[in-house]
């Protein structure tokens, strides 16, 4: 499996994990929520360590690939929905 296929198939193990939070009677914004609190934990983590914390330009890097990553994806939703936008 490339990277891309190992990013997929991790990407697809953390919706179904929402989706099970949500079937499970958690509200939708309480599991986006917490889903960003556990990526912006484990981001401190993979990049500082258990021991360490981001720099404030370490948090500006980290908000900026966020913030490139969510366009990508509304771009590709929106292709998707042929233009339509909300």
Known sequence: MN???NHD???RKFIDLANSLK???HPVQLVSAALLAA???YLTFATAGNAGALEP???DKAVAM??????HIQARKKSELGGAVN
């Open 9 to 11: 198939l991790c990407t």
């Open 66 to 71: 966020f913030r490139r990553n969510l366009e």
């Open 3 to 5: 990277e891309r296929e």
């Open 39 to 41: 990526s912006g934990i």
């Open 57 to 59: 330009s370490g948090v």
């Open 23 to 25: 079937d499970e009677g």
